[in-house]
């Protein structure tokens, strides 16, 4: 049972950091910001399940298409639960997909990571439409990306205008706080640190905040909205995370 706790919380952690291919600088890092964003509506499935057999789930996307999403024996699964910011913790690792310049990173949801997956994907690359934005018939129309580090500091939240474009970022939390001034006294600002690099991410009131909780494909059923990744090249998802009672995968 220990190995299939383990096995399904690494499926998920691979799902948030699917599509980091490698790191680079100039324009090696362009081009592979550039390569995982066109591989994203592929390698990244996000909708409502229509169907399961034994080796497939059909699953429609939330901008309509159907599209089939191959699973195996070695498939990660887990449930995508509720949590809250009240819940976070100085020192906990996080993901957050976000909007905004990275000067001004404001997120969309946020996933707090069990122990065991800390650490994962940590840097910053491409990601593609949050399934929060997707699930609301949004659409990413600048660049994205995903940024995965360590929060070691508050400041302030920035108001002001958003430009297109969205990220991830996961990180250990090891500071948070209510801004001041103009900002909301329900918001929080992380500062998330990263080997290379260090971004501050404002958490406005009402995103959604989940955690994982490792599962077993038998939860599967019809009408579930879920998160699924298959890493390039692989003929089978890697992981497919599952909305709890109903609740949207965000990321």
């Known amino acids: 049972m220990h190995r299939i706790k383990s096995l399904a919380l690494m499926g998920a952690a691979l799902t948030l950091v699917a599509g980091c291919s490698g790191t680079g600088t100039g324009n090696d890092a362009t081009a592979n910001d550039t390569a995982a964003t066109a591989t994203a509506s592929t390698g990244r ?7 399961v057999t034994a080796d497939a789930l059909t699953v429609q996307t939330y901008d309509g298409k159907t599209v089939t999403v191959p699973i195996d024996a070695k498939t990660g699964y887990a449930w995508v639960v509720p949590s809250s910011l009240s819940s976070l913790k100085d020192g906990d690792f996080i993901g957050t997909a976000t909007t905004g310049p990275k000067t001004a990173l404001r997120a969309v949801e946020v996933v707090i990571f069990p122990e065991s997956m800390r650490g994962t994907g ?8 949050p399934g929060v934005v997707a699930a609301n018939g949004g659409d990413s129309a600048g ?18 205008t958003v430009e297109p474009q969205s990220a991830m970022t996961n990180g250990t ?10 900002a909301s006294s329900t918001d929080r600002v992380l500062s998330v640190s990263y ?3 260090n971004v501050k ?3 406005p009131a009402g ?6 909780d490792p599962t077993q494909k038998t939860v599967l059923a019809k009408g579930q909205k879920v998160f699924a990744v298959t890493p390039p090249g ?5 992981s497919v995370a599952i909305g709890k009672d109903g609740l949207t995968p965000p990321m």
């Open 45 to 51: 499935v996000r909708g409502t399940v229509q169907a």
């Open 122 to 129: 940590e840097g910053h690359y491409a990601w593609d439409v």
């Open 143 to 160: 660049s994205s990306a995903m940024t995965n580090g360590t929060v070691d500091a508050q400041s302030a939240m920035t108001n002001g």
């Open 173 to 182: 939390v090891t500071g948070g706080a209510t801004p001041g001034g103009g």
């Open 195 to 197: 080997k290379g690099g």
């Open 201 to 203: 991410v404002a958490v």
């Open 207 to 212: 995103v959604p905040i989940v955690r994982f």
């Open 234 to 238: 692989a003929s089978a998802a890697k």
